[in-house]
């Protein structure tokens, strides 16, 4: 009955994101020219702060631009589906608060626009006694950072939950949940463009130019494509994701952080065997390692992702090991913060490379918590690549990265070049933060 209703939910919300839905248009046919804003990048992120800016502020004229034929191809097309409930982040940070506000308003949205979603819950699980005081620790963070429902749980608590999990301890989240985030982001489309706003696919951005209008003596910027296509904006906002350094050395600022691209491979539950998580099963963060570890992910199709493993791509597009770009690996590896982060980690490193090419490995990792998982039950699933920015000391940015270069130019663009992680879970609350930082940074009233 649950999976019949997710079903029709989902027909539901297509039918009615149709209605709501002008076409993408290519940018051989521009519906205009000049805009009062232009917006660069047509993932969640970008499409969220579009809708927001465009609700404040009805009378702006403004379009986004996407290099992609379609919207949330990359980070947001390859996100695993989780709404995180902000248990993970120091308490009082920026990104708890944005977390927990932004699953909030994120709960409302679906339910007010109609896009499907589970609050399927997560467990957290420790499986060595090691574990158990980092699994306290963390109870006590949700606690502070006002994450709903949190409760520890023994091993007799966690098979009520999940029957076939095995753990010392746990953590239940009932207010975490999964959604498909390439839904949401079409729904946010759908919104900017009710309010008037223009989105254009196929505009890859490779110049800013300053240039004065032939009408007065004010300024614009133009923003061009790589086949020529051009617009012009008063002020532009870049939200780019993988790119988001190379667009903003565009405008003159500089090179750092710099953007590596590290891939996330999953496997797949074979469909006899996703019985085995009810909910997303998480494990204890291990803090000498920069990443969360894998974990078993339900989805809204009702398969079950197992992952990700974290390794370096060799492409910021290369979403499969064969996956090589040159110029982007040189470009990589070239790059002090890369090398100094490879030092600290190598062993972490190593393992992880290992575990990409050998999935017994990996399946024998994901045994410790469900025990009765075998090698037959797994097939090789999606990647993703995550824009993990570093500067040059080898540090994981983790928190907001507004930049602008010198110069009028830069006194009217403003990138977006980290956002707190969970953007997705958080992209409604941190449109919010951008569009405050580009009402200040502008001074528009």
């Not at 690996?329 to 090398?339: D, H, I, K, M």
């Not at 569009?435 to 940074?441: F, P, Q, V």
């Amino acid at each position: 009955m649950m999976a019949l209703r997710a079903s029709m939910n989902a027909k539901t919300f297509a039918y009615s994101l149709a209605k709501r839905t002008t076409l993408l248009s290519n940018f051989s046919v521009p519906f205009s020219t000049s805009y009062d804003l232009l917006i660069v990048g047509g993932g969640i992120l970008g499409l969220a702060t579009a809708r927001e800016i465009a609700t404040r502020y009805p009378a702006k004229k403004i379009a986004l631009v996407e290099k992609e034929s379609e919207l949330a191809k990359h980070q947001t097309g390859h996100n695993s589906g989780v709404i995180h409930a902000g248990i993970y982040y120091a308490p009082g940070s920026l990104k708890a608060k944005l977390c927990v506000k932004g699953a909030n308003m994120l709960y409302d949205y679906c339910d007010r626009r109609g896009v499907p979603y589970k609050r399927c819950g997560k467990v957290i699980v420790a499986t060595e006694d090691s574990e158990v005081p980092r699994l306290q620790a963390l109870y006590d963070r949700g606690r502070q950072n006002n994450v709903k429902g949190l409760r520890l749980l023994d091993l007799k608590g966690l098979k009520e939950i999940e029957p076939h999990c095995q753990g010392k301890a746990a953590i239940h989240s009932p207010h975490t949940g999964i959604v498909d985030y390439s839904a949401v982001s079409r729904s946010y489309a759908a919104d900017f463009q009710s309010l008037g706003g223009q989105v254009y696919t196929n505009f890859d951005v490779s110049k800013f130019n300053l240039i004065k209008k032939s009408d007065n003596n004010d300024h614009c910027i133009q923003v061009s494509a790589r086949d020529k296509a051009a617009l012009t904006a008063r002020h532009v906002i870049t939200c780019c994701g993988l790119y988001a350094d190379r667009i903003a050395q565009l405008c003159g600022c500089s090179p750092e952080p710099k953007i590596i691209p590290f891939r996330g491979d999953y496997l797949l539950l074979v469909p006899e065997k996703t019985y085995l998580a009810k909910g997303n099963i998480y494990p204890v963060p291990d803090p000498n390692f920069p990443f969360l570890g894998v974990h078993f992910t339900p989805r809204m199709d009702g398969s079950v992702w197992l992952g990700p493993n974290a390794v370096f791509a060799f492409a910021r597009e290369g979403y499969t090991m064969k996956s090589v770009n040159v110029s982007d690996l040189l470009e990589s590896v070239g790059y002090r913060g890369l090398r100094k982060l490879a030092f600290k980690h190598w062993k972490a490193g190593a393992d992880e490379m290992y575990r990409a090419v050998n999935l017994a490995k990996q399946v024998a990792l994901l045994k410790k918590f469900v025990p009765e998982l075998e090698l037959s039950d797994v097939i090789r699933g999606p990647s993703g690549v995550r824009a993990q920015a570093l500067d040059r000391d080898g540090n994981l940015v983790d928190d907001f990265v507004f930049d602008q270069s010198p110069g009028e130019l830069g006194e009217r663009t403003l990138h977006v070049r980290n956002a707190p992680s969970p953007a997705a879970t958080s992209s409604l609350a941190i449109a919010q933060v951008i569009a405050d930082k580009s009402t200040d940074t502008f001074k528009w009233t």
